[in-house]
């Protein structure tokens, strides 16, 4: 079993939706012979789509992490239940129909134009990605996955209207998948938003609801459940998002970026990735849980990017034959290659290696300490080391378990800003 991203599934989905388009129509010439009037099945799924609400909060861009914490998330007004007969559904469908209502507005189609090279050596625009976005500010601000608009010349977002911009990036985030693109509404358009839940307070079983554009199907609605919380989901090869929600409402190519929906309408996860074996949904979605994404977000929209910790050294995650090579005390762990002079982590203690080895295109400097955890997380790989150090500013201080020689023994070390650091 693999996870896919929208990216590794997109080939797994086409070449389905091709199949399955040809046993449809097979089906579907049949079916009509024999159910004349009969809707048939779609022949491909459709593309991810975004949430709405009413009008939404403005984030001043002085204030914007303020504004955001303060934000309020409006729940369904019962007088919205007397606006139309829904006496024919249940209570539970009457609950579906008014989120759908009152979001899907909000929730934006994206597509992106990437730069190839042809035969001639010239660059030339082709079709990009496409996914999911949720406008969470009335200027033009949407929340997406970051893999939705990477390596993108263009980012094109289409309303629900059918009316479509071009946007620009405001920001990205590739260790938490996130990302903001901004466009102008025109003069007088009052564009809707979608409300900022609360993630900390979310229990298994309770209902959740996802708006997106599952293979190009605008604004489809899928209902299901959580299905379990705090799910440690490694996206890239030295990636882990923490706290991830696990759902089991259908989430497809297309649905990246969108929202995940509490009953009451708002978001309370961007859905991120599916866990799957065929590049379809199987009912194992995951989204990045909002109280995450509203820190992110802010610094995106304020900085650009958001301002991480880091220890000022070079560290090298030990493997078996490096282990093997220098007969190391420990099997896992971060070995302490290097340390930027008269830096933060050197004058904490931290100690780099003297005995340069070539290994492969690289150099390792052996004889440093070994990481084995910071700041109470126990590091075996770097995936470890960042997840670890997610949610730390430059200038915190955090706790390092080393090993050096044969002692065990811990430092305060106080962090570098990521930015100004080059490994």
């Known amino acids: 079993m693999k996870l896919y991203s929208r990216g590794q599934a997109a080939f797994f989905s086409v070449l389905g939706v091709l199949i399955g388009g040809l046993f449809v129509l097979g089906i579907g010439l049949l079916g009509l012979l024999k159910q004349p009037g ?5 022949g491909q799924p459709g593309q991810p789509g975004l949430l709405t609400k009413t009008a939404g909060e403005v984030l001043d861009p002085a204030g914007v992490t303020e504004a955001l914490k303060l934000q309020q998330a409006a729940s369904i007004d019962p007088a919205l239940y007397n606006t139309a007969d829904l006496s024919a559904y249940s209570q539970d469908e009457r609950e579906n129909i008014l989120v759908y209502e009152m979001i899907n507005e909000a929730v934006v189609n994206i597509t992106t134009e990437t730069v190839a090279i042809n035969w001639f050596l010239e660059p030339v625009p082709q079709e990009g990605g496409s996914g999911s976005g949720s406008i969470i500010d009335t200027r033009g601000y949407v929340l997406t996955n970051n893999h939705v608009i990477e390596n993108a010349y263009k980012v094109f977002i289409s309303l629900a209207d059918g009316s479509q911009y071009e946007g620009t990036v405001v920001g990205v985030d590739t260790e938490s998948d996130l990302a903001v693109v901004k466009f102008d509404p025109p003069p007088g358009v009052q564009l809707k938003t979608i409300p900022f839940g609360d993630s900390a307070g979310l229990k298994v079983g309770q209902k959740a ?44 190519f297309g649905n990246s970026g969108g ?24 009912g194992i979605g995951f989204a990045v849980p909002i109280n995450s994404a509203k820190r992110i977000v802010a610094e995106l929209i304020e900085f650009g990017r958001v301002r991480r910790g880091r220890l000022d050294a070079t560290l090298i995650q030990l493997f078996p034959e490096l282990v093997r090579y220098a007969s190391l005390p420990v ?6 290659s290097r340390v930027n002079k008269g830096g933060l982590a050197e004058q904490a203690g931290l100690r780099q290696g003297s005995e340069p080895v070539r290994y492969r295109n690289s150099t390792i400097y052996l004889g440093g300490d070994i990481i084995t955890a910071v700041d109470g997380v126990q590091v075996k790989a770097l995936a470890d080391y960042y997840s670890a150090l997610e949610d730390n500013r430059p200038g915190d201080r955090v706790k390092v378990d080393i090993v050096r ?11 570098a800003d990521q930015q100004n650091l080059t490994n």
């Open 405 to 415: 020689g044969t002692r065990t023994m811990s430092l305060t070390v106080t962090l």
């Open 259 to 282: 929202p995940l929906l509490d009953a009451q309408g708002r978001m309370i996860g961007i859905n991120t990735i599916i866990y799957s074996t065929s590049g379809g949904s199987v």
């Open 209 to 252: 609801l996802a708006i997106g554009n599952p293979f190009a199907l605008e604004r489809t609605l899928t209902v299901g459940i959580i299905s379990g919380l705090g799910r440690p989901i490694q996206i890239k090869t030295d990636t882990i998002i923490q706290n991830m929600i696990q759902t089991d409402a259908a989430i497809n």
């Open 38 to 42: 009969q809707p048939g099945q779609p």
């Open 331 to 336: 099997e896992s762990g971060l070995l302490v």
